[in-house]
Structures are given as structure tokens and as C-alpha cells.
């Protein structure tokens, strides 16, 4: 019985997120705001891609940035230099960001100003997935350092994903990874998933990335 009761409550908590997802994403549409979830493990290469994308793209896109971690602010240290407005969130203990936490920090920023906000999640790769934020899409990062077996492992984070980047390509040989293999096991979780290799040290595939988002402005095409 009382394992029941847990279960329930647990539903609710996920029903309460889903609600205020739909009200964030109301709230960025009518504001005619594009959003990305960005999703992956601690030193996969989440903040890199971030600065590499905010880089590429700050000459377009009007954008804030919102960085999510446990305790620290160094992801949004690293993000500030790009010249883009960064808040950070810490969420003490929680190990993943939550559509309240997002709905509150929405409300913090100047929305009339901006085009785009990119979401960098607390670096994990189980719970995120749970709870979506209402943002337009979802990325993931892997990095081919994780080893063979990342993406096999966590099926569940890529099945409301619309783009994954396989980051650190330069070193899939030496870690003994087949990227497409990565690939291909992604596909089979997600068939309509895009699959970028990158490497955000060095800029390489970003733009490729930035066409699996849908983000590249009109003048480019
Ligand atoms: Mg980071
Ligand atoms: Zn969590």
C-alpha cells in the first residue's frame, strides 16, 4: 500500500510539471520566443555547444541564457563571455531544472527583448527527461569520453528529443566509439531524431547543429 501512495504522488508532481510546461510554452509563444532544453551529462559539452551556438547566432537572434546547476556558476561564467545574458539557477539539491523553476526565472527576464532562449540543464541524464520545461525542443549531448554504451543506456532521455549532438568527435577513435553506431542506436529509440557530430572545442559541426535546430536565420539559407 504505501509504495501505491508513492506512486500516486509522484504522478502528481509530473502531471504539476506538465501543466506549468504548457503555460511556459504559451507564455514564449506569445512572445514569439524560440527555446531549447539542452540536456546531458556533466563534461559532455553542454556549455561549450551553448557558447559555440550564442557565438554563431548572437548577430540574429536577440538571446538569454538560462544555466542550471547544483551549486556552482561556472557554466554561466564560461556563457557570459559570449556577451549574451546568462541566469543562473541553483537548484541546491535537485538534480534537474523543473517548469516551475523556469516559469519564475521567465518572469525575471525582459521577454519583449528577446528570441531565443537557450536552457542549459543540470548535468544529469535520468530525471531531466521527466520533466520538460515548455521549451520548443530538446537537444542532447553526448560525448564520445562516456564510452559505447551511452546512448543503449539511456533511452528514455532521447524519446523527446529532437536533435542529439555526439560532441568530442576528435576523440571517438582513441576512446574506441563508433559514433554511427551511437547513431543508429539513437534512431532506433527516436526515429525522427537528428544526429550532429561535433566538436565544440573547435567549432566543428556547430553549423551543422545549428541546421538540425532550425535555427539558422533566413538570411543564410
Ligand atoms: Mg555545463
Ligand atoms: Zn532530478
Known amino acids: 500500500m504505501p509504495e501505491k501512495k508513492e506512486i500516486t504522488v509522484e504522478e502528481n508532481v509530473l502531471d504539476a510539471n506538465r501543466r506549468l510546461a504548457l503555460a511556459n510554452l ?3 509563444n506569445r512572445k514569439h520566443i524560440r527555446s531549447l532544453d539542452i540536456l546531458g551529462s556533466i563534461g559532455s559539452g553542454k556549455t561549450s555547444i551553448v557558447k559555440q551556438c550564442i557565438r554563431r547566432l548572437k548577430k540574429d537572434y536577440r538571446i538569454a541564457a538560462i ?5 556552482t556558476t561556472i557554466d554561466a561564467d564560461r556563457i557570459k563571455e559570449e556577451g549574451a ?7 541546491g539539491g535537485q538534480c534537474h531544472l523543473d517548469a516551475a523553476v523556469i516559469g519564475k526565472t521567465l518572469k525575471s527576464l525582459n521577454l519583449d527583448d528577446l528570441d531565443l532562449i537557450l536552457i542549459e ?16 525542443d530538446r537537444m542532447v549531448v553526448v560525448s564520445v569520453t562516456e564510452g559505447p554504451y551511452m546512448v543503449v543506456k539511456h533511452p528514455y532521455i532521447f524519446m523527446d ?3 542529439l549532438a555526439i560532441n568530442k568527435m576528435d576523440l571517438a577513435e582513441i576512446m574506441g566509439v563508433d559514433m554511427n553506431r551511437l547513431k543508429s542506436e539513437a534512431l532506433q529509440i ?4 537528428k544526429v550532429v557530430f561535433t566538436n565544440a572545442k573547435t567549432g566543428e ?3 551543422n547543429l545549428i541546421d538540425a535546430l532550425n535555427l539558422k536565420p533566413p538570411r543564410h539559407a
Request: charged letters at 10%.
Open 26 to 28: 504559451d507564455t514564449l
Open 67 to 71: 544555466a542550471g546547476d547544483l551549486t
Open 85 to 91: 545574458p546568462v541566469l543562473q539557477i541553483n537548484t
Open 121 to 136: 540543464n543540470v548535468g544529469n541524464l535520468i530525471c531531466p527527461g521527466s520533466f520538460p520545461l515548455g521549451t520548443h
Open 161 to 163: 528529443a529532437s536533435v
Open 190 to 193: 527516436k526515429p525522427d531524431i
Open 205 to 207: 559541426g556547430i553549423e
